[in-house]
């Protein structure tokens, strides 16, 4: 079982939320996480995002149970999400080869922990890839990443 130390601040604001009567998240128009809330953390981004390091995608948290760590009181309920990449249907991407390649994920996605609201930071376009996997000496072969005969 992972046991992290949570900092006293962090601890002491989330106090203050509850006893405030903040039992609902703050308005979030995009429907998005609150990473920035959660920055002083330092939570790994494979702590929610668990797939991230093993499998093709990253997924998300589906039942809250990391939330539950520190967030005792709260019932169970969908954390807000709003998909911001999605890759097209006849590209194959794997965030565990990109992981093994000791890629850090803000690499694509950006510093998430100081934004406010999440947006694609590189698009995902055939260019943009390919200029990637050419500045990380990583293949260009055309099939490692498409199928051939879709």
């Given at each position: 079982?992972?046991?992290?130390?949570?900092?006293?601040?962090?601890?002491?604001?989330?106090?203050?939320l509850?006893?405030?009567?903040?039992?609902?998240?703050?308005?979030?128009?995009?429907?998005?996480?609150?990473?920035?809330?959660?920055?002083?953390?330092?939570?790994?981004?494979n702590?929610?995002?668990?797939?991230?390091a093993?499998?093709?995608?990253?997924?998300?948290p589906?039942s809250?149970?990391?939330?539950?760590?520190?967030?005792?009181?709260?019932?169970?309920?969908?954390?807000?999400?709003?998909?911001?990449?999605?890759?097209?249907?006849?590209?194959?991407?794997?965030?565990?080869?990109h992981?093994?390649?000791?890629?850090?994920?803000?690499?694509?996605?950006?510093?998430?922990?100081?934004?406010?609201?999440?947006?694609?930071?590189?698009?995902?376009?055939?260019?943009a890839?390919?200029?990637?996997?050419?500045?990380?000496?990583?293949?260009?072969?055309?099939?490692?990443?498409?199928?051939?005969?879709?």
């Amino acid at each position: 079982m992972l046991r992290r130390t949570v900092p006293l601040a962090a601890v002491a604001a989330g106090l203050a939320l509850v006893l405030a009567g903040a039992g609902t998240p703050p308005e979030n128009p995009q429907g998005q996480f609150q990473h920035k809330q959660h920055a002083a953390l330092k939570l790994k981004c494979n702590y929610c995002h668990s797939g991230a390091a093993a499998e093709d995608q990253a997924g998300f948290p589906a039942s809250g149970k990391q939330c539950k760590a520190c967030h005792t009181a709260i019932e169970a309920r969908k954390l807000p999400s709003a998909r911001v990449y999605r890759v097209r249907d006849f590209v194959i991407f794997s965030h565990a080869r990109h992981v093994s390649a000791n890629l850090d994920c803000s690499s694509c996605h950006g510093e998430v922990y100081q934004a406010d609201v999440l947006k694609v930071e590189r698009p995902l376009t055939m260019i943009a890839c390919l200029n990637c996997h050419k500045e990380q000496k990583a293949t260009i072969v055309c099939t490692a990443c498409h199928e051939l005969g879709q």
